[in-house]
């Protein structure tokens, strides 16, 4: 059944009744269809939206962890070495993964250092891995073909959350003093 530009679907062929159960226009069935065939084909990114989506990502997990604070093990072991938690960020943080260690991830520390950890808190508190990795990152703020490096991005927002700290209390009030 048509009518008036729009796909009319009834139930009257299964049971008599006239009650429609959904009506919708072309622009929505184009709309329809037009998402089907996005998600089967996603559009590629540019260099500067490739570059916005993963400083959008490590800011919300960095803020996300900078709000909820780091679970009780590792906030102790960062500490241990001299990790200053709110003037550090987490980069990644992945807890209780099947087949890894309890903790495993990056974090950028107050001095700019960027550490990548294992740690296993199973049966006893155990670090299989407290490494700088700072050497081995992307600094460059333009490189051909891939835009901001890794190692820039994650700075820039340490020192954006750094901020936001110093300016919301005394918990990072000698932040100048250190860096």
Same mark, same amino acid.
């Given at each position: 059944?048509?009518?008036g530009g729009r796909c009319h679907f009834s139930r ?19 709309? =329809? $269809?037009e998402s089907i065939v996005l998600k089967r084909a996603?559009?590629?990114? #540019? +260099?500067?939206?490739?570059? @916005?989506?993963?400083?959008?990502? *490590? ?10 604070? *780091? ?8 500490? @241990?070495?001299? *990790?200053?938690?709110?003037?550090? =960020?987490? %980069?990644? %943080?992945? =807890? ?10 990056? %974090? +950028? $520390? ?8 294992? /740690?296993?808190? $199973? ?7 407290? &490494?700088? =990795?700072?050497?081995?990152? #992307?600094?460059? &703020? ?14 820039? /927002? ?22």
């Amino acid at each position: 059944m048509l009518g008036g530009g729009r796909c009319h679907f009834s139930r009257e062929a299964v049971s008599g009744q006239e009650e429609p159960l959904r009506q919708y226009g072309a622009t929505q069935l184009e709309h =329809i $269809t037009e998402s089907i065939v996005l998600k089967r084909a996603p559009k590629q990114l #540019n +260099v500067q939206q490739q570059n @916005a989506h993963t400083e959008d990502a *490590v800011r919300k997990e960095a803020t996300y962890w900078r709000v909820q604070g *780091v679970p009780a093990e590792l906030a102790r072991i960062g500490e @241990a070495r001299g *990790v200053r938690w709110d003037r550090s =960020i987490i %980069l990644r %943080l992945l =807890i209780d993964f099947p087949g890894m260690p309890t903790f495993c991830g990056n %974090l +950028v $520390t107050q001095d700019r250092r960027f550490i990548a950890f294992e /740690i296993d808190a $199973t049966d006893e508190v155990r670090v299989e891995q407290w &490494e700088d =990795i700072t050497g081995t990152l #992307n600094f460059n &703020e333009r490189n051909k073909g891939i835009g901001v490096g890794y190692g820039a991005l994650a700075l820039k /927002i340490l020192r954006e959350l750094s901020a936001e700290s110093r300016d919301q209390g005394p918990s990072g009030a000698d932040l100048d003093s250190k860096s």
